[in-house]
């Protein structure tokens, strides 16, 4: 097939290279933006006089009527024609005629496949952004449904404090609610008009890049156009943002498949959402929580791939560049895919309070209240510490739980206790009592609702 930047050629390209250089087996997913963008193009072209409106309105009608082939799957693709924007281009010459050829004046692959791809990453973080806003909202939710549930909070895997529930749910809501706004710093960045950086030093036609902007719904234009046609950094940034995301959700699978296990039984997760085994009849596996977790790996390989990419590129354009898509496109699907599972499984997903609360009452995770206790009463808590510790020790050598001490065992331990002391380290207590502000007493966890709900109206 022949080349539309064939004329400087004698031979023709070897079949492997062809393939090898080619992009379209990926890069066909442009073609919405690419023909919009030429579209938008075409009118700049006849407004500021350098293509007729006569012209412009053929290229137009011929550019729609290739969307229109391409959405009812009645255009073919060719490897030949290296990316979306030649097989595009070389559709509307055959279609139209040699005018076809006009689109491509004051205008380079390097500044459309920018524009294309920061019009593509526009599209998709506003559809993120939703699917990331419902799985706020899910998070807000299953926090809001569990009020009182009662839960070991854990440092180094250890029972630590009781917390309640819908503040560990809480946790991870604003996580999510930072994610969301780096989202919208990466939206910004990536609301800048590449178009008419021409292959990198600009153009020789009167063009207006502002009109072109305008038409396209950017906000602002690149300034410069070496760094418009070899600018990434948004989409690196995107790859960070969907990084932390993937971080965070993993980290909440880790938790769901922990609690999800016979030895935890803190939670169940509905049966549309997990898997079974092809051999073992008994198994019920938390596979979205696996799989979202696992594939955080492959997110976080395509950041690393585009920043190597990238690094020690001169300026402007350089074929490397290419290499931005799949990472892109892979990082875009799984984000989404992940998202939207990760909500419905949240939903579904059943709390078994009364197991939560059992763990937390055993393994001395009122300690601390305890020492908090005789700090009240006037002891250093640095002696209140070792005090308890022993009592601790006591307790572990008689098999019994602080509660189960009776007030004289207490005193042997210090003359400070009172009848008051079980009271103060019941598990219910343990929480309310917790009431500096951002803490995990109700009241406290009423406000981080009433806040993440907030939140979630200004996003
Ligand atoms: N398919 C190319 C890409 O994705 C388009 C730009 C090609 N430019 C060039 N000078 N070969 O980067």
Known sequence: MSKLWGGRFT????????????????????YREDIAGSIAHARMLAKCGIITADEADQIIAGLKS???????GNFSFETALEDIHMNIERRLTERIGPVGGKLHTARSRNDQVALDTHMYLKREIAAIARLLWDLEAALVETA?????VIMPGYTHLQRAQ???????MLAYFFMLARDFSRLQGVWERTDLMPLGAGALAGTTFPIDRFYVAEQLKFAQVYDNSLDAVSDRDYIIEFLAFASLLMLHLSRLSEEIILWSTAEFA??????????????????????????????????????MALLTVVKGLPLAYNKDLQEDKEALFDTIDTVKFSLQVYAAMLRGMRVLGERMSEAARQDYANATDMADYLVKKGLPFRQAHEVVGRCVRYCIDAGKGLTDLSLAEFKQFSPLFEADILDAIQIETCVSARNSYGGTSSAQVTHQLQKAKDVMTRQ
Not at 144 to 148: E, I
Not at 162 to 168: D, E
């Open 11 to 30: 031979k023709n390209t070897d079949v492997a290279v062809e393939e090898f250089t080619s992009s379209i087996s990926f890069d066909w997913r442009l």
């Open 66 to 72: 290739i969307l229109a082939d391409i959405e009812t």
């Open 144 to 148: 809001a449904k569990h009020p009182d």
């Open 162 to 168: 009781p917390i309640l529930f819908a503040h560990h």
């Open 266 to 303: 803190f939670i169940e997760l509905d049966d549309a959402h997990c898997t079974g085994s092809s051999i073992m009849p008994q198994k019920k596996n938390p596979d979205v929580a696996e799989l979202v977790r696992g594939k955080t790996g492959r997110v976080y390989g395509h950041l």
